[in-house]
């Protein structure tokens, strides 16, 4: 009997630290290397100038974070991410104000999907930007004009419920809303989106959808970075971004499409514009180490009734870039990116990513750096 009672005694400790099982991860990227842009607006007005410089984040953000994770049984697990953008230049935090810039959520992982609460992504990073350059091997300089579809990621949504799905024999879907916390203007500044994405072998296919609506870019809505940059002043009374895409790997190769459309209808009067990307991609790894990208994006700008710059622009978008692996978290990197404006565009042709835009037509930017992951 005593025996029994030990062993019983044994197998409930055991029982419970299996049972109360945690860990936290910390984790980053720290990106920097030399940039020349040519052809950036000067401080004085009509000069034009190239730019040398050292500079933080070229293909990853500079980050640092913490993960982590504890089984509570049954499949379920609680989860929370906290994580804050730095410059490695300066050392000085991404955003003002804010300790985790990037992300912090906190939630529970089942075996039918993940919800969180806190500050997230929507699914058009989620699901569009892993299709795209920017959101995959490119980085910040391969974003779409302005990055105005989000696919780089420069959106995040405070106060956001969402759910991501679990992996149903290579389906997913997810749900993302974020409120306004303002008593009284439940609409003023909230956003919301949807997603869904299918993997089959080398296949990839998915869509996404964003909308956010208010006037008041407000300290306790849902969207404080700011609307995603229409190119043209003025409060942004609603926007919607949607797209869809697809990617094929085969061998060590890897093709992608991707089109996305962002709507952004204006405070005033009834003032609107509609911005189509189409944007082309293709990664080759050459050895395990060395590995070759090019992109191509065209952007078509309409605008309607916003005064004198009503009418239509368009951009021209070409990037390549080789990288080179040293070890499975350190690599080299260069890159170039071409950003053609056509003649008589009432907005500014930039790269984005870039101090400045452009003072006529082009805009080139050529990157080279070392980037550590940990």
């Known amino acids: 009997m005593k025996k029994t009672l030990i062993l019983a005694a044994v197998a409930t400790s055991f029982a419970s630290a299996a049972y109360a099982q945690s860990s936290v991860t910390l984790y980053g990227i720290v990106d920097a290397g030399f940039t020349y842009v040519n052809n950036e607006a000067g401080a004085t007005s009509g000069t034009h100038h190239s730019a040398y410089s050292l500079t933080s984040g070229n293909v990853d953000g500079s980050r640092w974070g913490l993960r982590g994770v504890e089984d509570l049984g049954g499949g379920l697990a609680a989860i929370f991410t906290l994580e804050n953008g730095f410059n490695v230049n300066n050392g000085q935090a991404a955003s003002n104000g804010r300790m985790f810039d990037r992300q912090a959520f906190v939630g529970i992982t089942s075996p039918y999907g993940t919800l969180t609460l806190g500050r997230q992504y929507d699914s058009v990073v989620d699901y569009l930007g892993p299709l795209s350059a920017t959101g995959t091997w490119g980085g910040t300089y391969f974003a779409h004009a302005g990055d105005n579809d989000n696919a780089d990621g420069s959106l995040r949504i405070n106060n956001s419920v969402k759910f991501q799905s679990a992996n149903y024999s290579g389906l997913s879907f997810s749900g993302l809303y974020g409120f306004s916390n303002q008593a009284g203007g439940f609409a003023n500044d909230r956003a919301y989106s949807v997603g869904a994405g299918y993997a089959n072998g080398g296949l990839k296919i998915a869509a996404g959808y964003l909308e956010a609506q208010g006037l008041d870019r407000s300290s306790s809505g849902a969207i404080q970075d700011g609307a995603l940059n229409s190119g043209y002043d003025g409060v942004t009374k609603k926007q919607r971004t949607w797209g ?52 191509y994006t065209y952007t078509q700008a309409l605008a309607r009734d916003v005064g004198a710059d009503s009418g239509a622009n368009h951009w021209n978008q070409f990037g390549l870039q080789t990288d080179y692996m040293l070890s499975k978290r350190t690599d080299l990197y260069a890159e170039g990116v071409v950003h053609v404006g056509a003649s008589g565009n009432s907005l500014s042709t930039q790269v984005f990513g870039t101090d400045a835009p452009a003072s006529g037509r082009n805009q080139v930017v050529v990157s080279t750096g070392i980037r550590h992951r940990f």
């Not at 990617?247 to 992608?256: C, I, K, L, N």
């Not at 962002?262 to 395990?288: D, L, W």
């Open 244 to 295: 869809a895409g697809a990617s094929y790997a085969f061998g060590p190769a890897v093709v992608g499409a991707l089109f996305t459309q962002s709507r952004f209808q204006f405070a005033m009067g009834n003032g609107s514009v509609r911005y189509n990307n189409y944007e082309v991609n293709a990664h080759y790894n050459v050895t395990p180490a060395l590995s070759l990208g090019a992109a």
